[in-house]
């Protein structure tokens, strides 16, 4: 990981098309800009952790009993 210490105003450029920009620096946060292209995809650590969590969650359920679930709110408590 590389380490790089800035201050307010001060960025950082990646691959000659990404621009990292500290806007703001307060007593517990750093406020970011992040310029890129609209094809680079930019997501929060934590949102990406909670996709995959969610992610994870969804196959430890058995494929049958999804689909009985779906079946029994469909036909208000029995299934087709």
Known sequence: MLVITRKTDEGIIISDNIEITILEITK??????????????????????AQNANMEASKAVPENALKALLNTKKGNGQND
Do not use: Q, S, T
Request: no cysteine.
């Open 28 to 49: 517990d946060r750093v406020k970011i800009g992040v310029n890129a292209p609209k094809d680079i995809k930019i997501i929060r650590h934590e949102l990406l952790a």
